[in-house]
């Protein structure tokens, strides 16, 4: 059964604000954005700051998470597990048998909660920080490996909602360079968690715009002289994904604030 829970430690390197925000005519409940601007402020000695402003509408208002809405649906990730006798068992690295289908399932409450499948192609992946969860007993000794249990788990889109990805103009053409930033998983990216700003208006039409600030001491590094181009979208409380929205393409230089 599903035993072994790893406490929720949040992390984020965004700030959020909303201004504008007022009640307006007829709206969908999914939300839609489009981009307004995007400015770089360069800081001495501190990480510097990519600021990205898109307007919102939505339609019953709800949109934010705040940083303890951890529960399911909003939970960092789920476990795979496998069902034996009507009881569910963690998936080890390298574990070659295991029953089918895989599951994807949570623990809230003293409940195991489960959200659908685990698809996979023939193989489970290999290992890696998104795939893979590495948990030992706090009471152990440190240097028996016998006593640390690597499990596969899949990260839940919804613990997050607001999703970046960064494009390069390489060779004529915008490839997706997120790994310059995350190195596949192990760092945390900039997808993080518009907070809830208004919370006397949430079922109700809304509309205002949100500036959302990314921090790095790597942008100069990485962006250079080149062409970059974002795409990004949201999530609102009821799990509705907006429309994806793109930034005009933009060098760092042409976008430094004075």
């Not at 690295?93 to 599951?103: D, K, T, V």
């Not at 997050?160 to 190195?183: H, T, W």
């Amino acid at each position: 059964m599903l035993n072994k829970i790893l406490k929720y430690l949040g992390y984020c390197s965004a700030s959020i604000s909303l201004t504008g925000c007022y009640e307006a005519p007829y709206l969908p409940d999914e939300p839609t954005i489009s981009f307004n601007r995007i400015e770089f402020v360069e800081v001495d000695g501190a990480a510097d700051s990519l600021i990205l402003t898109f307007n919102f509408e939505d339609g019953d208002g709800d949109v934010g998470l705040s940083v303890d809405e951890v529960y399911p649906p909003y939970h960092s990730f789920n476990y795979v597990v496998q069902e034996v006798d009507s009881e569910y068992y963690l998936i080890e690295y390298g574990q070659l048998s295991f029953n089918e289908p895989l599951i994807l399932a949570t623990s809230y409450g003293g409940e195991v909660v489960f959200s659908g499948n685990y698809d996979f192609d023939q193989s489970l992946p290999e290992f890696g920080c998104a795939d893979y969860l590495v948990t030992t007993d706090l009471n152990m000794d440190p240097l028996d490996a016998d006593q640390v249990d690597t499990f596969l788990i899949k990260k839940n889109i919804f613990n997050k909602n607001i999703y970046v990805n960064f494009y390069k103009k390489i060779r004529g053409e915008y490839q997706l360079i997120n790994d310059d930033f995350s190195q596949g998983g192990c760092v945390e990216f900039f997808n993080s968690r518009i907070p809830v700003f208004d919370q006397e208006n949430i079922g109700k039409t809304l509309k205002g715009d949100i500036s959302f600030a990314m921090l790095s001491q790597g942008f100069q590094q990485t962006f250079r002289n080149d062409s970059i181009k974002m795409k990004f979208y949201i999530y609102d409380r009821n799990l509705n994904k907006s429309n994806i929205a793109e930034t005009s393409d933009f060098v760092l230089v042409n976008i430094t604030r004075d």
